[in-house]
Structures are given as C-alpha cells and as structure tokens.
C-alpha cells in the first residue's frame, strides 16, 4: 500500500502542468463604438479609472489586461457604462468584464450605441488626464 502511495506522490509530481501566463495590466482601453443613426464606427482611448463620453454612454474602464506575445493573444477589460438619460440623470447599464476575442459575448447593446473593448494598450497619443 506505501509503494502504490508513493507511486502516486510521484507520478502526481511528474504530471506536466500548463503554465499560466502572467496578465500584464494596461493603462490603456481602446474601444470600438457604434453611433447606430449616423452608421459610423469610432474607436477611441480611454485611461483606467478615467471616464469618457460617447453619446450618451459614459465609459469607465476599471482595468485592462493583455497577455505576453509569447502566449495565445487574450485581451480583457473590467468595465463600468452608464448611460445620461433624457431627464439627465445617471443609469448603469453595464458592469462587467469585456473580451476583445468575442466583442458579441459581452458589449454594450443600446438602442442607439453599441461599445466594445478592442485592445488595451500601454500608452496613447490622447495625453493622460493628470496632464490636460
């Protein structure tokens, strides 16, 4: 019984285990979205924590991750939108996790804007807010 205990300890150790590939966390968001009157699609950065407006829609990214270009490409965001109604009070329509690999699974569906995560990214040509 030891020997067949031991045999398993071994084995157990000798089992190849996939390597998780480290996230590397972004400062940059970049999201696609779609103004469904005008049919145009727009992308656009956005810092984390920072909160940009399209239309109506007012989206937070809270992190974004990427993984190394060694690894299969996985692109994901935690983000928060909400939506500045007519009578201008704010609604939270979206708070979730975006994947940029199925941007159908979770994007925001409004019946006049649609956004979804694209890429994150580690510096963009729009300046950080801390320097506007």
């Known amino acids: 019984m030891k020997r067949i205990l031991a045999f398993t300890a071994i084995a157990a150790l000798l089992v190849p285990v996939p ?3 480290e996230r590397i966390t972004n400062p940059v968001a970049v999201f696609s979205g779609l ?3 005008t ?31 060694t690894e299969t490409p996985l692109t ?9 109604t007519l009578d201008r009070k704010v609604r939270r329509i979206f708070s979730g996790w975006m994947f940029a690999a199925s941007p159908g699974l979770h994007a925001v569906d409004h019946p006049v804007y649609d956004v979804w995560l694209a890429d994150c990214k580690t510096s963009s040509p729009v300046a950080p ?3 506007r």
């Open 129 to 131: 807010p801390s320097q």
């Open 35 to 37: 103004d469904k009157i």
């Open 19 to 21: 390597a998780m590939a």
């Open 76 to 84: 994901d965001a935690f983000v928060e939108v909400d939506e500045i």
């Open 39 to 69: 049919g145009r699609i727009i992308s656009f950065d956005v810092y984390i924590d920072e909160t940009v407006q399209f239309g109506a829609l007012q989206v937070t990214p809270r992190v974004c991750y990427t993984r190394p270009p």
